[in-house]
């Protein structure tokens, strides 16, 4: 008997030992490829190796709105003069936001919008707002959403959030806890200018949209911390792929200086005034780290109860989204909230498009295998086709507690040319001058990539095709903008 168990032990310490073998040599293996990759890679640019001294969260802080602002005139000077370049000195493509004078160039616009920006409402404000953008994002993002807050008396704060607006490098020395305290501090300044006694709103996009849950969790039972009443996010991140949490790993070859290039997830032209189109290994760590820190405090606070002291929030989110995990939203958020007036808006496939065979079988139920049954804590709505073969949308909407559905036309379609919404859509109107589908052309950017529809051989473009195939503005922005604007006007604007 003791000869079967030490041989049954003996062949479990063997497989335990040959499994790791394996992990090892598929762990050696990709860090190989990595370094492979880095050295058959273009030499990085200096906006990738020239790291701005930004503000850490300690700093940021002890500081105020007026010195985060200097903080910042001084960063983007030191990008001026450290890594832009002139006309004809051998940059990888005249279209850069890095050569000065391009088309691109941030400095030629009437407004920067890598900066924070402040907008006031005429008159006395009613409420304070506060705007956080999404990862490689700059304060541009949710300006559309800031303007309809400041015409309905708010006062509307848009912080650029550490190691954004700048260049790609700063990414790779930033860490989550700094977007944490410019998230405290532009609350603070908010709520300064409003004065006492009013509504504060935090709109989260993408990362932005973590960075509002962990705040309005940290808030709770804090007397330094203003509460906000209501939460927006717009594609939140509140869980990612399984891939970011091993994205450190990814990046160990650039601890050697002829692997540099593993630092870098992605190292691509960057064309896009307002938005880095390379992405650092730091960057995927630091929003996973993120994430994490907020599904920890969403546990603790279903735990000890204070869970219930979460405002309202409403979310807008596709259904499928390639950067964030719907799914994760769903079960780690929402199916936690108590019934508190939260609400989840799902933009769905288009489903009178005809595209056949090429749309994935399993899309067909991704509607029901992501909601719970009703009836559910948080109200439900659901943009979708009117039926299968027409492209009207209608809202169907499901209350909270409730069974009974009911469904409404928005006076909206889907575009016909589009199979779904996608993660960066959703704060843009089809109007924006950058990444609108039929940009008003009111303002000029140098580019407008939503209206872009290039057709050609693989090879050819700078950039993945996939990138511009992605949709990048919302067909249903009025919607979401006129039940923003609602959530405004329902709330009472002085609170004792």
């Known amino acids: 008997m003791r000869s079967i168990v030490y041989t049954g032990l003996r062949r479990i310490a063997i497989g335990a030992t040959v499994l790791a073998g394996v992990l090892l040599c598929l762990i050696v293996a990709g860090l190989a490829f990595r370094a492979w990759d880095a050295l058959r890679a273009p030499p990085l640019e200096p906006w990738h190796t020239f790291v701005p001294d930004e503000l850490d969260a300690d700093a940021i802080d002890a500081t105020d709105w007026q010195g985060y602002l200097q903080a910042e005139d001084r960063i983007l000077a030191e990008v001026r003069r450290e890594v832009f370049r002139k006309p004809g000195e051998g940059a990888a493509m005249p279209l850069s936001r890095y050569v000065a004078g391009s088309p691109v160039d941030p400095q030629g616009f009437q407004t920067d919008w890598n900066r924070s920006y402040v907008m006031e409402p005429k008159g006395e404000p009613t409420g304070a707002a506060v705007f956080l953008h999404g990862l490689t994002d700059a304060p541009y993002s949710l300006r ?4 309809l807050y400041r015409d309905h008396g708010f006062v509307a704060v848009g912080i650029r959030l550490p190691g954004h607006g700048t260049v790609p490098a700063a990414l790779t020395t930033v860490e989550w806890e700094d977007w944490m305290a410019a998230t405290r501090l532009a609350v603070r300044e908010a709520v300064r200018r409003a004065g006492p006694g009013r509504p504060l709103h935090i709109v989260g996009f993408s990362n932005g949209g973590a960075l509002a849950v962990k705040y309005a969790l940290d808030a709770i039972g804090k007397d330094d911390l203003p509460r906000p009443k209501r939460l927006i996010l717009l594609s939140p991140m509140v869980g990612l792929t399984i891939f970011a949490r091993y994205a450190g790993i990814a990046g160990l070859p650039a601890f050697f200086p002829a692997f540099a290039r593993a630092a870098w997830l992605d190292v691509l032209p960057e064309f896009n005034p307002f938005k880095y189109n390379s992405f650092p290994v730091n960057g995927a760590r630091q929003a996973f780290q993120v994430t994490q820190a907020l599904q920890d405090q969403i546990n603790r606070a279903v735990a000890d109860g204070s869970i219930a002291a979460l405002p309202p929030i409403h979310t807008f989110q596709s259904v499928v989204d390639f950067t964030v995990s719907t799914r994760a939203i769903i079960t780690s958020l929402y199916s936690r909230l108590p019934a508190n007036g939260s609400e989840l808006t799902l933009f769905d496939l288009n489903r009178a498009i005809s595209l056949g ?33 027409s492209l009207e949308a209608v809202e169907r909407l499901t209350e909270s507690g409730a069974t009974a559905e009911t469904m409404t036309p928005l006076g909206l379609t889907f575009p016909p040319f589009a199979f779904s919404l996608s993660h960066v859509a959703l704060p843009f109107p089809v109007t924006d001058p950058l990444y609108g589908s039929q940009p008003d052309n009111k303002e000029e950017f140098g580019i407008n990539l939503g209206a872009l529809t290039p057709r050609g051989e693989r090879g050819v473009l700078v950039v993945p095709l996939d990138a511009l195939v992605r949709i990048s503005s919302n067909p249903f922005y009025p919607y979401v903008a006129r039940r923003i604007a609602e959530s405004i006007d329902q709330m009472p604007h002085n609170i004792p």
């Open 144 to 147: 559309h959403l800031a303007a």
């Open 357 to 389: 065979p090429l749309i994935d079988r399993s899309m067909e139920t991704i509607v029901d295998r992501l909601l719970p049954s009703a009836p559910r804590a948080f109200r439900t709505t659901l943009v979708t086709n009117s039926d299968p073969s």
